[in-house]
Structures are given as C-alpha cells and as structure tokens.
C-alpha cells in the first residue's frame, strides 16, 4: 500500500518553473553586495536555543512563540534557526574574524518560524540579510539602506522606506517606564494582545494593527522626542546620509522591530504589491549584540529581505521568469540520427550552447511536441541523409521556418541566432 505524503503546512516547494525568479533576485543582490563590499557567510540551519533565547529575546514571539526547538539525542537544546544575524554573530565571535576590522558579511538561506501560514507568511520561508561589523558611524547605515533601494531598483521594484530610531540603553529605558505607564493607564481600551505586551515588551504594543487600539497608540509618549543627545545626533547623521545618497523616506515614530536588539536605526522596506504582509525587509542597529553574545564590544548593522514576498512582487509586476532554454533540440530521425544527436549533443554542450534531446527517441512528432515543451529555440533533425550530406534544416520553433545548416558549423552558428 502506497501512502502520499505532502509537504509540512507553511513549508513551500519551488518549483523548476519559478526558481528562475528566485535566482534572478539572488544573482542581482551577489552583484550588488560585492559592488558595496559585503562577503558572503554560510552558518548551520540548526544551532544551540540559547543562542536565540539570548541574542534574540525570551520575551519577543520569535523565540516565545515562534521557533522550533528539540532535543537532539544527549546533546543541547536546539533550535531551527528563526533569523540569521544571530547565527552569523556566533560565527563572527568563534571564529575570532573582529581581529581583522570592520567586516561587511551576507548570507542566503532558510528560516523557520511557525507562524500562522498566510500570502507573504511561511513557516520554512527565505531571507537574504547582510550584517556589517565593527562601524558606529551612521553613515555605514545609511550606505546600507541605499544598498537595498540599489538591489531593488536593479531588479524594477520600488518599495517604500520607513525610517526610525529606537533609542539605546541611555534613553530608552527612562521612555518604556513612560509608555508603559501610559499604556497601562489605557489598558480598558487596548486588545488582549497589546495588553500582554504592556508588561512583556511595550514597545511592540506600538506596531499594533488592531484598528481599535489605534487611537491610544496615536496618542502613546514618543520616543523619537525623548531621544539622548548620541542618538539624536546619530538619527540626523542617518538622514543626512540618505539625503546625500538621493534615498527617499518618510519617519515613522511608531516602527519598531520584532527584535529586542535593535538601537538607534531602525527601518523597513515595504510594498503595496503585498497586501496584509507588507514588509519586504527590515534591519537596523544592534550595538551590544556582540558583546551578550560573549565578543568584545562591537558594534553591528544589518538588514533581512523576505525571499518569497520580492518574489510575489516580481511576480505582481508581471515580470517574466527569466529560464536559460536549449537553444537547439536535436531530433533523430532513425538509428543513425539517435548515435549522432548523441555525438553532437556533447560537442554543443562543450562549446557552450545549451541543447537537448529527447533520450526516449521515437517518433518525429513526440519528439517536436518535447523541444516545445522544453522550450527550445530551434529544432534540428538528423537522420542518414542529413549526416550524409554534412547539412540539416534548422527549424526556428517561434516562426517555424526552416533555413540550411552546416553541421559543422553549427555551434558558431547557434550561438550567434541564439545567444
Ligand atoms: P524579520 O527577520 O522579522 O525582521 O523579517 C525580515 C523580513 O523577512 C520581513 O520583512 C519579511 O520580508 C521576511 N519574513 C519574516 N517572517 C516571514 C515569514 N514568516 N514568511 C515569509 N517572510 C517572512
């Protein structure tokens, strides 16, 4: 008896048909990271709970909520890993790289979250992030953000930046004693959520999209107001830097990061192309990361871009799915043909020219009907007759007319009408 089992719920295959999307955005941010200096870094999927209940928070929904975590057999508790600044920190730390300076790294891969499956919401979705250590200076985030605008507009999306500075350890914990006092003194009008979060995590309660807690949100003390001096400074230095970099934004006193980590600079990337979802990135300042996570003190900045929802607004742009198709599908037309498409097949694939053929050979007409479902650009059949005569007809698969070739030369000539 056969069983059909399906993939986990809110764990997504990509198939051959859209991945060409995905290496699409993947091959423009290696260009764009390398033209600003970011080096790319691979870390396990998997790595100890402690690192994320230490470096991304016990009390945010990420790790209270969020993750999955298991026993492995006599070892630690471990988690799959929910975001990648924390894993890359740890390998920044073990492997002693902070000796070497300032360090600009990126990374590419998997994350678990097991969140609620919606449009744009995965439990096993894709982010590519970038983390540069080392840099206080505000103008390493602003040349960061441009980076992302940079690798959009490269690939044709525009999305809208929110920008905001969420304080630091000076002035931030004078502000959440106000907000909480605030928000408990609403609390009859605030959801069950919101209410939770007074105690756990106020700040959060900010980016509250319940229509009725808007009004007391609208209302909540800002901490933009009650920045300190360093971080007042360090906010303007950011805007400054933007404005010189011709990188529009709108201030948006009320963002704040998932995160417990985030200082100072704080912003995301959305897009109306989205829907509910619409954050396609986010990141920001995370001064004393490094040092909880046992390196010296050291200060970071990065970003995390959501995969599959540039994907979805690549694809609400109608933009083609970019594939590299066979320029030429080679058909046999009787024993000797099957021998010399073979032959051919490995000359063409030598000198570069992507072509194909069907190995179950057969019929002629099976054999046309799979050079157009592989998409071929040209067909070329070849029996006795055409090795005989050194010449086959190359049949153009759009127009479907046919024009005289050289076998010989047909690499040269493929590569040319099929670049
Ligand atoms: P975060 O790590 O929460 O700051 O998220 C950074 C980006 O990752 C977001 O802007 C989204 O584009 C993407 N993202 C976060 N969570 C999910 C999820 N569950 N499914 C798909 N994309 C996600």
Not at 80 to 105: M, N, S
Not at 323 to 352: C, M, P, T
């Amino acid at each position: 008896m056969s069983i059909k089992i399906n993939a986990v719920k809110g764990m997504n295959d990509v198939l051959p048909g859209a991945v060409g999307r995905w290496q699409e955005l993947e091959a423009v941010a290696r260009e764009v990271f390398a033209l600003y200096g970011y080096r790319e870094v691979r870390t396990p999927v998997v790595e100890p709970h402690a690192l994320y209940a230490r470096g991304v928070g016990e009390q945010t929904d990420i790790v209270g909520k969020e993750m999955y975590v298991f026993e492995d057999k006599g070892e630690d508790r471990l988690a799959l890993r929910p975001e990648g600044t924390a894993g890359t920190i740890r390998a920044f730390i073990e492997h002693g790289a902070y000796v070497d300076g300032p360090q600009k790294w990126f990374y590419m891969g998997p994350m678990f979250r097991r969140e609620r499956p919606q449009k744009g919401r995965y439990r096993q979705f894709h982010q590519i992030g970038v983390e540069a250590f080392g840099i206080a200076e505000p103008a390493i985030d602003a040349e960061q953000i441009a980076m992302v605008q940079d690798w959009l507009s490269r690939l044709g999306v525009s999305a809208a930046l929110q920008l905001n500075s969420v304080g630091d350890p000076a002035c931030r914990p004078a502000y959440l004693a106000d907000l909480r006092g605030y928000l408990e003194g609403h609390a009859g009008t605030l959801c069950g959520d919101c209410r939770e979060r007074t105690q756990k995590n106020p700040l959060r309660v900010l980016d509250c999209k319940v229509p009725g807690c808007q009004p007391v949100l609208q209302g909540a003390p800002r901490l933009l107001e009650r920045l300190c001096q360093p971080c007042r400074e360090h906010f303007a230095a950011v805007r400054a830097g933007l404005d010189a970099l011709g990188v529009a934004y709108r201030v948006e006193p009320r963002l704040v990061r998932g995160l417990d980590y985030y200082v100072r600079t704080a912003y995301e990337f959305t897009s109306d192309a989205l829907g509910a979802q619409s954050a396609v990135a986010g990141g920001g300042r995370y001064d004393g990361l490094v040092e909880t996570l046992g390196g010296p003190p050291t200060p970071g900045v990065g970003f995390a871009l959501g995969v599959e929802r540039l994907a979805l607004i690549l694809e609400a742009l109608g933009r083609p799915i970019p594939a590299r198709r066979a320029a030429v599908f080679l058909i046999s037309a009787d024993a000797e043909g099957a021998a010399a498409v073979l032959r051919l097949s490995s000359e063409l694939r030598k000198a570069g020219v992507a072509c194909d053929l069907d190995a179950r050979g057969g019929k002629l007409a099976r054999q046309f009907k799979q050079a157009e479902r592989v998409g071929a650009r040209f067909a070329l059949v070849l029996g006795g007759q055409e090795l005989a005569a050194g010449e086959g007809k190359l049949k153009d698969m759009v127009t479907r007319t046919e024009t005289p070739v050289r076998l010989s030369g047909l690499a040269a000539r493929l590569r040319e009408v099929a670049p």
